[in-house]
C-alpha cells in the first residue's frame, strides 16, 4: 500500500503560479512513475504530467512550457509547478504513483484560476 498526501492547492489570479506537492509514504521502495492528473466539473480526468524514475518526463500539450513536474526520490515527493495559469486549469489535481505494477491516488487538490 502507498499513501499519498498533496497540498499547494488554492486560489490564483490568471497568469499567477502555484507549486502543488504530493508526499508518499508505505511502500515507496517500489515507485516507479509518478504523476498529475487533473479533473475539470464536467470533464473527464485528464493526465497533466508524468515522470518516471529516471527523470524522464512528459506533458499533457495543454501544459506544455508552462508545467514542470519534478521529483524528490530521497522523500518519495513529486511536485508539480505551475506558471502563466490559465482560468481553464482550473480543475481538481490529483498525484498518482505506480508502485510495484499497482496505481495509487491522493486524494486531490483543488486549483482555482479566477480573477
Known amino acids: 500500500q502507498v499513501q499519498l498526501v498533496e497540498s499547494g492547492g488554492g486560489l490564483v489570479q490568471p497568469g499567477g503560479s502555484l507549486r502543488l506537492s504530493c508526499a508518499a509514504s508505505?511502500?515507496?521502495?517500489?515507485?516507479?512513475?509518478m504523476a498529475w492528473h487533473r479533473q475539470a466539473p464536467g470533464k473527464q480526468r485528464e493526465l497533466v504530467a508524468i515522470?518516471?524514475?529516471?527523470?524522464?518526463?512528459n506533458y499533457a500539450d495543454s501544459v506544455k512550457d508552462r508545467f514542470t513536474i519534478s521529483r524528490d526520490n530521497a522523500k518519495n515527493t513529486v511536485f508539480l509547478q505551475m506558471n502563466s495559469l490559465k482560468p481553464e486549469d482550473t480543475a481538481a489535481y490529483f498525484c498518482?504513483?505506480?508502485?510495484?505494477?499497482?496505481?495509487?491516488w491522493g486524494q486531490g487538490t483543488q486549483v482555482t484560476v479566477s480573477s
Open positions: 498518482w504513483v505506480l508502485s510495484g505494477g499497482i496505481g495509487y
Open positions: 508505505g511502500r515507496t521502495l517500489s515507485i516507479s512513475a
Open positions: 515522470i518516471t524514475s529516471l527523470g524522464g518526463t
